[in-house]
């Protein structure tokens, strides 16, 4: 994902979280330090970018930030090719543990996770700007 990824990248935020959306200072903020500890992508069908994701490293522990995909291609694996992008780059990166929270209303998503091998280990209730809980989850590395 680059800067110029923003305008795409930050309707599909709001569309997908209308009530939590990150501003595009933060999606700024999360691209400038790329380099050093985010790693950032975007799935491109028809030169139209349909979804992102990005992962933050320090040490050997990562942090799923964020994954959003379109509507329409949604159940398609676009997500899923997303998470092994952000799970191999946090592996190059020397991540042994990777973290995530996920709505507990988003059995769609934590079924993803959970195929990955990320397990609940809390709940954060009422993380959400609605009042809804986040199932934390935590994803070992391979070697």
């Not at 930050?10 to 933060?26: C, H, N, Q, V, Y």
């Not at 398609?76 to 946090?90: P, W």
């Not at 996770?113 to 009422?126: A, D, K, W």
């Amino acid at each position: 994902m680059t800067e110029g990824d923003l305008p795409e990248v930050m309707a599909i935020e709001r569309a997908t979280f209308p009530l939590d959306a990150w501003s595009e200072g933060m999606m700024r903020g999360e691209l400038a330090d790329q380099p050093r500890t985010r790693h950032y992508v975007v799935a491109v069908v028809d030169d139209v970018i349909i979804g992102y994701a990005g992962v933050a490293v320090a040490a050997d522990q990562a942090d799923v930030q964020t994954i959003a995909v379109l509507p329409a291609h949604r159940g398609t694996g676009v997500g899923a090719a997303m998470l092994t992008e952000l799970l191999a780059e946090a592996r190059r990166r020397g991540a042994r543990e990777i973290f995530l929270e996920v709505r507990e209303d988003n059995p769609v998503a934590r079924g993803l996770y959970e195929r990955f091998g990320f397990e609940s280990i809390g709940t954060r209730r009422r993380y959400y700007d609605d009042g809804t809980d986040a199932i934390m989850m935590r994803g070992k590395q391979d070697g």
